[in-house]
């Protein structure tokens, strides 16, 4: 069964920072894609990042860019999404999710929430102004 488990939320200043980690369990992570995806009060959930373990592959979105870092260590079975430079609008509950789409379908569509097929708790993160 696969299980995903995220922590490192909390409240932070704008301009500070934060390390979310997603440890993931039930299947073999030598081969997987998993993504941050948030959602804001009031709002839809969107794709934040994505990494690709079957060719190494990062995305982000562009509110995201230059300022949010994804990277995993696959000996500890988990991915990290390094935020700096954080803004009020970061506000959200943060998921990781694993998703099974190969990698050209996913060049297109890791910023699709329906791509993801597992998802974890989620990890509360507060931006204050």
């Known amino acids: 069964e696969v299980q995903l488990v995220e922590s490192g939320g909390g409240l932070v200043q704008a301009g500070g920072s934060l390390r979310l980690s997603c440890a993931a369990s039930?299947?073999?992570?030598?081969?997987?894609?998993i993504g941050w995806v948030r959602q804001a009060p009031g709002k839809e959930r969107e794709g934040v990042s994505c990494f690709s373990s079957r060719d190494g592959t990062t995305y982000y979105a562009d509110s995201v860019k230059g300022r949010f870092t994804i990277s995993s260590d696959n000996a500890k079975n988990t991915v990290y999404l390094q935020m700096n430079s954080l803004k009020p609008e970061d506000t959200a509950v943060y998921y990781c999710?694993?998703?099974?789409?190969?990698?050209?379908?996913?060049?297109?569509?890791?910023?699709?929430?329906?791509?993801?097929?597992?998802w974890g708790q989620g990890t509360q993160v507060t931006v204050s102004s």
């Open positions: 039930g299947f073999t992570f030598d081969d997987y894609a």
């Open positions: 999710a694993d998703s099974r789409a190969d990698p050209i379908r996913l060049l297109r569509l890791w910023g699709n929430v329906d791509e993801y097929d597992y």
